[in-house]
């Protein structure tokens, strides 16, 4: 007999249980039902169009952040935006390494004339005909040369090697003038 009460008592626990959810589901639902179909924040909102230029940019950023620069130098100093003492001395010494420059011309013991040529941190010697780094010299004078390069006739003078551009120190300037 006592499992005869055992076995309603669950039953009826199972139907108070169900009846409990029942009316949880309705108030849920009734809730959900008075909520409009536009939101009163819709103005606030992103359209397609926008959140797809988001994406866009996102993807951007994301390429970019896998790029991987090719350059020798920092990106941060390229360009003429940043120069400092060490990038003008820089560009001063591969000026000058890169100036075929006449240093002066002699004659030999023989009376020939001799042109001497600074290119590339090397001194070369050369007379009349001579080829000094694709140049072909074709007069020699007292303190000229002229040569034939890349179909044209060019003529130089002797010219002293350029000076050293002053440092900021010496000449008494610094970033913190600049204001």
């Keep these: 007999m006592q499992h005869r009460y055992v076995k309603d008592f669950a039953i009826a626990l199972i139907f108070i249980v169900l009846f409990a959810m029942g009316i949880k589901l309705y108030t849920m639902y009734s809730k959900t039902k008075d909520v409009?179909?536009?939101?009163?924040?819709?103005?606030?909102?992103?359209?397609?169009?926008?959140?797809?230029?988001?994406?866009?940019?996102?993807?951007?950023?994301?390429?970019?952040?896998?790029?991987?620069?090719?350059?020798?130098?920092?990106?941060?100093?390229?360009?003429?935006?940043?120069?400092?003492?060490v990038d003008r001395m820089a560009e001063f010494e591969e000026m000058v390494r890169n100036m075929?420059?006449?240093?002066?011309?002699?004659?030999?013991?023989?009376?020939?004339?001799?042109?001497?040529?600074?290119?590339?941190?090397?001194i070369?010697?050369?007379?009349?005909?001579?080829?000094?780094?694709?140049?072909?010299?074709?007069?020699i004078g007292e303190s000229t040369i002229t040569y034939y390069y890349g179909g044209q006739s060019y003529t130089t003078r002797v010219q002293p090697r350029p000076e050293r551009p002053q440092q900021e120190e010496e000449i008494g300037l610094s970033n913190l003038d600049n204001y």
Excluded: W
């Design 36 to 85: 409009p179909a536009k939101s009163v924040h819709t103005e606030e909102s992103v359209s397609d169009t926008l959140l797809n230029r988001i994406k866009t940019i996102e993807n951007s950023i994301q390429d970019r952040k896998m790029f991987v620069f090719n350059t020798t130098r920092d990106p941060l100093r390229q360009g003429n935006i940043i120069k400092d003492q």
């Design 124 to 139: 070369h010697g050369g007379r009349v005909g001579d080829v000094i780094e694709g140049r072909r010299i074709t007069s």
């Design 100 to 122: 075929f420059r006449l240093t002066t011309t002699a004659l030999d013991e023989n009376g020939n004339k001799i042109a001497y040529i600074e290119y590339q941190d090397r």
